[in-house]
């Protein structure tokens, strides 16, 4: 089956600590995205990958790093510089052109 | 980006037609309208999107007035699944910044037995 994977779908942090969230799509799609979720807030983009190799910041890119370096695959670290990162995060991918984005299952990150 | 004013819930009884309106009063000749929900707790799904043509899918159906003012999804036989936050968003079709899906707070709709 094509998707979106993201794993953990839960997962904990101590404060201070860098940790990176996992994103893979088996769908062919060249561009991919991650959002941050608060809670009864909609979603917010981080940073966006049109293609391998080349990715841009969003509304809140501070406190995250990407990287993109196979087309598949679209790694998300909240470093210890992200003021408030307990939240869910969300990895989406389309296809080249700004399409409707498929969305994976999130990952809720808590950090103590 | 132009805005988008929902209500905030809605329901209706399964079985029956669930029309959902979305007001978007600024929206540019460029933008299209998209439609997405969210059912708790997993990532949002893509419902259907237009411009200025109503659009049908196996999923539901989009009816835009001809000003392009506001729009109205129809799911047209809802069933308990479809309980959910459904967001309405304005965007153009191009590469950039303006590629982001930018979520409100969207409509909670409650379909009851």
């Known amino acids: 089956d094509g998707g979106i994977t993201q794993s953990p779908k839960y997962l904990f942090r101590k404060e201070g600590q860098n940790v990176t969230l996992s994103c893979e799509q088996n769908?062919?799609?060249?561009?991919m995205y991650w959002y941050r979720q608060d809670p009864g807030q909609g979603l917010r983009l981080i940073y966006y990958s049109q293609i391998v190799n080349d990715f841009q910041k969003g509304d809140i890119a501070e406190g995250y790093s990407v990287s993109r370096e196979k087309k598949e695959s679209f790694p998300l670290t909240v470093t210890s510089a992200q003021k408030n990162p307990t939240a869910f995060y969300l990895c989406a991918s389309s296809v080249g052109t700004p399409n409707e984005q498929f969305f994976g299952p999130g990952t809720r990150l808590t950090v103590l | 980006d132009a805005k988008t004013t929902q209500p905030p819930s809605m329901d209706c009884a399964e079985g029956r037609a669930a029309n959902l309106p979305c007001n978007h009063s600024t929206i540019s000749g460029n933008e299209y309208v998209y439609w997405y929900r969210q059912i708790h707790s997993q990532g949002p799904q893509y419902i259907i999107h237009g411009l200025k043509n109503n659009e049908t899918n196996e999923m539901a159906s989009l009816i835009i007035t001809e000003d392009r003012k506001s729009s109205t999804l129809i799911l047209p036989h809802a069933t308990l699944r479809d309980t959910a936050v459904y967001y309405c968003?304005?965007?153009?079709?191009?590469?950039?910044?303006?590629?982001?899906?930018?979520f409100g707070k969207g409509i909670t709709l409650s379909v009851r037995p």
């Open positions: 968003i304005v965007r153009v079709a191009e590469w950039g910044a303006n590629s982001k899906l930018t």
């Open positions: 769908l062919n799609h060249d561009a």
